[in-house]
């Protein structure tokens, strides 16, 4: 099984969320605070990430189980 370049991606994505992590701090303590509405973009961040967290942590738990191909009434 090939599943490298999803990893790959997933990881790729990963680091260009923590470069505007990064960007984000780098803002909130040189360029301006943090408003309401940052925390509640912060909050729902949080939320996905660690909704994300919980189903990557599942992927452990799936076991390999392909579904049987369906047979075609109309063959001999």
């Given at each position: 099984?090939?599943?490298?370049?999803?990893?790959?991606?997933?990881?790729?994505?990963?680091?260009?969320?923590?470069t505007?992590?990064?960007?984000?701090?780098?803002?909130?303590?040189?360029?301006?605070?943090?408003?309401?509405?940052?925390?509640?973009?912060?909050?729902?961040?949080?939320?996905?990430?660690?909704?994300?967290?919980?189903?990557?942590?599942?992927?452990?738990?799936?076991?390999?189980?392909?579904?049987?191909?369906?047979?075609?009434?109309?063959?001999?």
């Amino acid at each position: 099984m090939n599943t490298i370049q999803h990893y790959a991606a997933l990881l790729d994505h990963v680091n260009s969320m923590k470069t505007r992590l990064a960007a984000l701090g780098y803002d909130f303590k040189e360029i301006a605070p943090r408003t309401d509405l940052d925390v509640q973009l912060i909050d729902a961040l949080v939320a996905t990430a660690t909704a994300m967290l919980a189903e990557a942590e599942t992927l452990k738990a799936i076991a390999y189980d392909p579904t049987p191909p369906v047979e075609d009434p109309d063959a001999p």
